[in-house]
């Protein structure tokens, strides 16, 4: 009878050696794939949240969804995309996916503790209601006044449960850019060197759109 050949401790080893050297190699790969593809899905996202928010100006005579009224909260509930139905509410929990992305959650795990009048208006969404208004929470923006809307963001990551688009709470989860819907619908990812993210730019026509 053959005696079967068993592994010695020195090759045993050897083989987990192995494969956690090959484990190290794939990961960052892996990862790296990962992210690629949420990514992928915020361009999508912000696309289709663009044409919406698109799609209301177009009902109301080019009118836009305004920031507030007067001293009214802030609060996800009064917003007028989520009144005539236009975007599924993601309410406290963020659960609307078109409204999350992935990478900018987790670096927003503080909005829990913001309260709710304060926050989760868009999910991790900024919406730019606000500069492009000539700093007015109050007004309604006309599509029509935006003599450049292909270089006009319209809406951005975010973090910390802000409720607008702006300098200073835009954040860059992937690998240090962030999409950005503009104002004609297009989608593009905007490294942190690229973004005019300081309040210095806040005249700019990324912000401003003229």
């Known amino acids: 009878m053959q005696s079967k050949s068993k592994f010695t401790l020195i090759e045993l080893l050897v083989v987990i050696a192995i494969i956690t050297i090959l484990a190290a190699m794939l990961l960052p790969a892996l990862n790296k794939a990962r992210e690629k593809a949420y990514a992928s899905n915020c ?6 949240l663009g044409q919406i928010f698109l799609l209301y100006g ?11 009224l007067g001293a009214d ?3 996800w509930y009064l917003r007028e995309l989520y009144t005539y139905q236009y975007l599924k509410s993601a309410g406290p929990a963020l659960a609307d996916k078109l409204l999350v992305c992935q990478t900018a959650a987790q670096l927003a ?3 829990q ?3 709710l009048i304060n926050s989760y208006t868009y999910g ?10 000539g700093n007015d929470f109050t007004k309604s923006l006309k599509l029509t006044t935006l003599s450049k809307p292909s270089s006009c963001a319209m809406l951005g990551e975010n973090y ?3 409720n607008f688009m702006i300098d200073g709470v835009i954040c860059f989860p992937h690998n240090n850019s ?3 819907a503009f104002y004609d619908a297009h989608v593009s990812m905007i490294s942190q060197k690229e973004a005019p993210a300081s309040a210095a730019d806040r005249t700019l026509t990324f912000w401003v759109g003229k």
């Open 58 to 68: 177009n009902d109301f005579n080019d009118q836009m969804p305004i920031h507030k």
């Open 124 to 133: 991790t969404v900024g919406y730019n209601g606000y500069l492009v208004n």
């Open 73 to 75: 909260p802030w609060g």
């Open 178 to 180: 962030f999409s950005v």
């Open 113 to 115: 503790s913001i309260p």
């Open 109 to 111: 795990l503080a909005v």
């Open 43 to 48: 361009i999508s996202a912000k696309k289709q």
């Open 160 to 162: 910390a449960g802000s």
